[in-house]
């Protein structure tokens, strides 16, 4: 596949030139062919240009739920000449009016029953907000309008600017180009071993990067379809429509998978599943959840790594060839990898260090943040802050995120190591391991673990169980169990911050 003057809008444009009556997305009893996401999203384009004012590079605010109605718009904006930004739509009003208002976004497509109370609050804040309310639109009528010329699109338009989840500080927004994307679709589709008679299933929200790359941009730049999935519970119900639509790809977050692992599904069910790959992304994958994994189901779950910045997909495990648990495999095709030290000098293999990534996937830079650009991306290299190491082969391991590291008695603890170790023991759905500080050691491990259904854990055996697998200066100082689950973002990300929160907060004196 050559990138070098593609975009999003042409690879679109030439599957449904090629596949016209082909399916290009499922969604409960719909079936919608390529011919009418083309239509709809062409005359969505027009209602865009002729009635809003949009022109290209423009910014458009997209805050949708899941939905046909999200893909008519995303390309839309796009055929337009916009740059779209999507919007976390569980994020609350003030923070959405911070990312609108960043990014100087007067376009703001949405669906008013769906988000009222939020459009009041930026009706009263953003004087040069106009939101365009989908939700009346009939498509078949958008797709009959008239045709009239849209703007030409360039590979180095800004096709995306996503801000990232803003679990330290504001967030950022990571300012995409269609070559940026298109090139990042091209190593997915090698890496991934992509067919256009492919069916992937999306049951992420859509606005996330992973999806919008790899479940979304993918499929619908090869012919290929995307099955959106209304609800992710109750869970059997997903596994009937993965089966009766012919699903073969599916991706999701390692707290589906462990979930999954540990469900009770008749053998029957599991092997009934069309499935020929699962892929994990978003947040680390447990080693015990891909060993419970690999003995339930017939299809590999691999996992692989990404982030926003970079399109987002850096590294995954091979479909055919040595797949290395705990490791999130070598760098897609046509992206480099490296580990660096603080001073930004390459680090040799087992060495830990942060990760540097390089290639057309990587962004032009954060918005508006020329300060936070320079800081990310040196001498060609974006630093991702993630700490990790390349073995002798090349496949990348994460150890943790650079801000997570704690320093114990002047000694470096990886959070990760602490929970990988955890998971291990009987009874335990999910833990995450955070600094506490002290006084005179620096920080010191606590872990928050919780317990399966219907188990009870005790702390002081959890301790014993790390205890005969880790140094001294590793163990946990504190063994927290909690029933009620841990704190996430919209993407299933545990949010470390409001855990840390916490215990600084008792760390306050009286």
Not at 442 to 455: H, I, M, R, T
């Amino acid at each position: 596949m050559t990138t070098a003057a593609a975009t999003l809008v042409s690879r679109f444009e030439e599957a449904a030139a090629r596949h016209p009556r082909r399916k290009a997305i499922f969604f409960g009893r719909d079936k919608i062919r390529y011919r009418d996401v083309r239509a709809r999203a062409a005359g969505f384009a027009r209602i865009l240009a002729e009635e809003h004012g949009v022109r290209p590079g423009d910014r458009v605010g997209l805050l949708l739920k899941n939905g046909p109605e999200f893909i008519y718009a995303l390309y839309g904006i796009l055929m337009a000449g916009g740059t779209v930004l999507p919007i976390n739509n569980f994020l609350k009003a003030q923070e959405i009016e911070y990312i609108l208002h960043d990014a100087g976004v007067k376009t703001l497509v949405t669906a008013g029953p769906d988000f009222e109370p939020v459009l009041q609050h930026l009706r009263d804040r953003l004087e040069a907000l106009r939101p365009l309310d989908i939700s009346a639109l009939r498509w078949d009528e958008v797709a009959a309008r008239p045709m009239a010329a849209l703007p030409a699109v360039t590979a180095s338009d800004r096709a995306v600017v996503i801000y990232t989840s803003g679990t330290t500080g504001r967030p950022k927004g990571a300012v995409l180009t269609h070559h940026n994307l298109v090139a990042n679709i091209a190593s997915c589709v090698e890496a991934l071993g992509s067919l256009t008679r492919d069916r992937v299933v999306l049951v992420l929200p859509m606005f996330h990067s992973f999806m919008l790359t790899v479940a979304i941009f993918l499929p619908l730049s090869i012919g290929a379809s995307t099955l959106i999935i209304k609800s992710i519970k109750p869970f059997r119900n997903v596994l009937f429509e993965m089966i009766f639509k012919r699903a073969t790809v599916f991706l999701g977050i390692p707290q589906i998978f462990q979930a999954l692992a540990t469900a009770r599904i008749p053998w029957w069910l599991r092997w009934l599943l069309p499935l020929r790959l699962a892929v994990s992304g978003s947040a680390p994958l447990p080693v015990e959840t891909l060993k419970v994994f690999a003995q339930r189901f017939h299809f590999p779950l691999l996992e692989g790594y990404g982030l926003s910045e970079a399109a987002p997909v850096v590294c995954f495990n091979p479909l055919r060839g040595v797949c290395k648990p705990g490791s999130v495999g070598p760098p897609v095709p046509g992206v480099q990898v490296r580990i660096v030290d603080d001073n930004n000098r390459e680090l040799g293999p087992e060495q830990v260090g942060e990760i540097a990534v390089q290639g057309d996937n990587v962004m032009l830079g954060y918005w508006n943040q020329d300060e936070a650009t320079r800081a990310t991306l040196r001498d060609g290299w974006l630093l991702t802050g993630d700490i990790g190491r390349k073995d002798a082969d090349g496949y990348v391991y994460i150890t943790d995120r650079k801000k997570d590291m704690l320093l114990v008695h002047g000694n470096n603890v990886y959070p990760r190591e602490i929970e990988e170790v955890i998971y291990q023991m009987p009874g335990v759905r999910e833990v995450a391991v955070v600094g506490k500080p002290d006084a005179y050691r620096g920080e010191l491990p606590v872990a928050f673990v919780v317990p399966a259904e219907g188990v009870t854990l005790d702390p002081p055996a959890v301790l014993k169980f790390c205890r005969e697998r880790l140094a001294d200066y590793k163990l946990p100082r504190e063994i927290r169990v909690v029933t009620e689950g841990l704190p996430r973002n919209a993407t299933g990300k545990i949010l470390k911050t409001e855990l840390r929160n916490r215990l600084r907060g008792e760390s306050q004196p009286a």
